[in-house]
């Protein structure tokens, strides 16, 4: 994950998890004559990192970010036992994903996004517990349905309509989902259909007392987005299994943790941190440590107690020192170059970060410009020049899966963008062998855009990490903008529903959003 133009030494997965080198050498004193960043940024160009997030992993070289799982490729955040998982993002216990997002206990799935416990399903969003699907939006117990929307336990339904089973794959056959023309044109079709669908205000299920979105078995949460199994959170994207913390990402299992993101496993009071890989307590300001306890400032430690910058002290020491470092990181705070100050209590400054900041997350939910980013005192990384030598062209790829021969696997195929799009495209892909079995088996013909390219039309379908306070759209007979008319009457009667809600849906969207009662007098 790091570019090769990158200050401190980065090693393989095998060589930082070793006993062959020892983080400790390279420990300093605390020196209470300059601020604790700077002391904390020399330690930062020289400690070894690990070259790629992963642990308990199999065959997932090009994967960051993967836990306890195997055979995972350019996907980010996939875990809890996931198998076969490419080019995806956010996946948890699940198998044969696709080119899909925010999955949960799935199998066989091609470009879902926020589904749950579907199998052998394409094109699916916010569905669960959907056999055989295709092309639905917001369906539950579905099997052998497509093109339909706010569909409960229905088998053989096409645009929301009883099709018996004969009907329903002959009219399978003739939409010739194997080529990719067809298959264009279908999901302009779903476009449509999206907009006919009824959106519950936020995608919460089986949770009480919380907001957000994409919420499941959670508690008390307040503003999380991502979050699963969880209790007592606020701000968070993107965890589970999380018990009283705040202000955190990409974190796994854990409790008591604040500012911290990335990569989270059984971690205890955790604050202003990057990477507490596993069984970390107790720690502030440290970056990819594990299996420790009483750290501060520190990077790349395993196995160790009461460490300061890198350096050993005894349990009595580092207790005494580390109140002296708080005071002194307030009355000698660090500044940046713009002016910002920091001082005990805040993350990590920007300018000390590893990466750009469009070499980072940000960049998908917050883009800014490359001045943008340099008028805040951020890093950019410019475009690296490619100069794939191109084998066969985007207009040359076979427009149907059933005539793409088996010598594709590993040609250089240029990306339908050449790189001429904002989504960070690479210019060029390859098919791999997983991954052309894959589309064979499943009747998919081959993308016409690089794994960037296609993550990033993804992105546009999912609502931003962001709630607005809303009024329910439920117009009393029909919505209000007259598209969905009610099925039955509501509680409220005839005039407008009263109930506000936040929601992630911002108020110039083309969805219809409903508050909980609404929807569901209209859906179950
Ligand atoms: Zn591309
Ligand atoms: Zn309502
Ligand atoms: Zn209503």
């Known amino acids: 994950m790091y570019p090769s133009n990158t200050i401190f030494p980065v090693y393989c997965r095998e060589c930082w998890y070793s006993d062959k080198w020892n983080p400790m050498i390279y420990g300093i004193d605390y020196n209470f004559s300059k601020p604790f960043f700077e002391q904390f940024q020399e330690l930062s160009k020289i400690v070894p990192r690990f070259g790629i997030f992963q642990r308990n992993v199999i065959n997932s070289d090009y994967s960051n970010m993967v836990g306890e799982s195997r055979n995972v490729y350019l996907s980010i955040s996939i875990v809890l036992g996931s198998e076969n998982i ?26 879902n996004i926020e589904c749950e416990k579907n199998y052998n399903c394409q094109y699916l969003i916010l569905s669960r517990n959907c056999m055989n699907s295709y092309f639905l939006i917001d369906c539950i117990n579905c099997n052998n349905c497509m093109f339909s929307f706010n569909l409960r336990n229905k088998r053989f339904y096409i645009y929301n309509k009883q099709y018996s089973r004969e009907n329903y794959f002959n009219e399978i056959k003739k939409l010739n989902l194997g080529s990719r023309k067809s298959r264009e044109s279908l999901i302009y079709e779903f476009e449509i259909i999206k907009k006919q669908a009824i959106y519950r205000f936020a995608n919460i299920i089986k ?30 994207y993107r965890a589970f299994l999380q018990k009283d913390s705040m202000d955190i990402d990409y974190a796994g299992k854990g409790e008591l943790m604040y500012e911290y993101i990335t990569g989270a496993l059984n971690d205890y009071n955790v604050k202003f ?32 107690e009461n460490i300061i910058l890198n350096k050993q ?18 009355d000698m705070p660090y500044v940046d170059k713009k002016g910002r100050i920091y001082k005990y209590g805040e993350f990590f400054p920007a300018e000390l970060s590893s990466f750009a900041y469009n070499e980072t997350i940000a960049q998908e939910y ?18 690296e020049a490619r100069n794939y030598k191109i084998e066969i062209e985007n207009k040359d790829i076979p427009d149907h899966i059933k005539d793409v021969a088996e010598d594709i696997e590993n040609k250089v195929i240029a990306c339908e963008h050449g790189g001429k799009c904002k989504d960070q495209c690479t210019e ?7 991954e052309l079995s894959f589309y064979k088996r499943m009747n998919i013909p081959l993308p016409r855009l690089c794994p960037n390219c296609r993550h990033y039309q993804r992105l546009k379908q999912r609502n931003p990490l962001k709630l607005w306070h809303r009024r329910c759209q439920c117009a009393g007979g029909k919505s209000d903008n007259g598209i969905y008319a009610n099925t039955i009457s509501h509680l409220h009667g005839d005039g407008h529903c009263p109930i506000e809600f936040e929601t992630s849906y911002a108020p110039d969207r083309p969805e219809i959003v409903y508050c909980e009662k609404c929807y569901q007098q209209e859906v179950y």
């Open 428 to 434: 060029a892909f390859k098919i791999i062998h997983e």
């Open 366 to 383: 917050f883009p800014l410009t490359k001045e943008e980013v340099l008028e805040q005192g951020y890093k950019w990384a410019d475009r």
């Open 313 to 330: 002290y005894t349990k009595e020491e580092y207790e005494a020192l580390v109140p002296k470092i708080i005071q002194h990181m307030n």
């Open 273 to 304: 941190s990057y990477s507490a890989f596993d069984m970390v307590q107790n720690v502030e300001y440290i970056e990819s440590c594990i299996s420790s306890s009483n750290l501060f400032g520190c990077i790349s430690i395993k196995n160790k």
């Open 207 to 236: 949770s009480i007392k919380s907001t957000g979105d994409n919420l499941l078995n959670v508690k008390n949460c307040i503003n999380c987005f991502n979050v699963h199994d969880a209790e007592n959170l606020k701000n968070i």
């Open 86 to 111: 490419f080019y995806s993002w956010g996946v948890d216990k699940s198998f044969n994903i696709f080119d899909s997002h925010s999955i949960k206990e799935s199998d066989s799935l091609y470009e």
